[in-house]
Nanobody, 118 residues
Framework: VQLQACGGGLVQAGGSLRVSCAAS?????MGWFRQAPGKEREFVAA???????AYADFVKGRFTINRDNAKNTMYLQMNSLKDEDTAVYYC????????????????WGQGTQVTVSS
């Protein structure tokens, strides 16, 4: 499975942005991770083919993950953005694993930059 993320950009604090990830084929689980400069890549959210979701605590209530299975595309709607949300956002996919560990995801996209300015 090949993944292509897009939709990043520059947004003011408090604003909204939606990033998307297109997969070349079916991916049972798709997820988002992010990596800020000097920090490790961290889990943001994941969604299974059947619609189960998981979120990191720091995005609950602000970010929403969803997917269009017919298009093999996943989205991350980000609201109430904060400076600390600035990072490269990576999409990932797995065949069976559903969770927050990077090692569970075998497929990775190239990342899209999200910059939040105050």
């Amino acid at each position: 499975v090949q993944l292509q993320a897009c939709g990043g950009g520059l947004v003011q604090a408090g604003g909204s942005l939606r990033v998307s990830c297109a997969a070349s084929g079916r991916a049972n689980v798709m997820g988002w991770f992010r990596q800020a400069p000097g920090k490790e890549r961290e889990f943001v959210a994941a969604m299974s083919w059947s619609g189960s979701t998981a979120y990191a605590d720091f995005v609950k209530g602000r970010f929403t993950i969803n997917r269009d299975n017919a298009k093999n595309t996943m989205y991350l709607q980000m609201n109430s953005l904060k400076d600390e949300d600035t990072a490269v956002y990576y999409c990932a996919a797995s065949t069976l694993y559903f969770g927050s560990s990077r090692t569970g995801y075998a497929y990775w996209g190239q990342g899209t930059q999200v910059t939040v300015s105050s």
